[in-house]
């Protein structure tokens, strides 16, 4: 018999899975919930609407760090050096 979690359910679950993996995409997330509760009724989209509420949700990937977006700077810095170089 299948049982709908209630969203503080869900939630816990979440942070136990984000606890071990805390990377893992939605979709993973609810496969991994769905492995340990066999039982449950739960839905990507009721997932993603507890995730959202719970405020357990990963930032977009288009949100890079800044930290990330200072590094791919300075590569490109480099590279306009090497261009000097060849300048007649």
């Known amino acids: 018999m299948s049982v709908i979690p209630t969203a503080e359910d869900i939630a816990a679950s979440v942070r136990s899975v984000r606890a071990s993996a805390p ?6 997330v609810l496969a991994a919930i769905k492995l340990q509760q066999k039982d449950w009724q739960l839905s990507e989209a009721r997932l993603r609407k507890v995730m959202k509420e719970q405020n357990l949700s990963l930032p977009h990937p288009s949100q890079a760090p800044l930290a ?3 590094k791919n700077k300075a590569i490109a810095d480099e590279d306009d050096d090497d261009d000097d170089e060849f300048a007649g």
Do not use: P
Not at 23 to 28: F, P, S, V, Y
């Open 23 to 28: 990377d893992l995409g939605i979709l993973k």
């Open 68 to 70: 990330q977006k200072g």
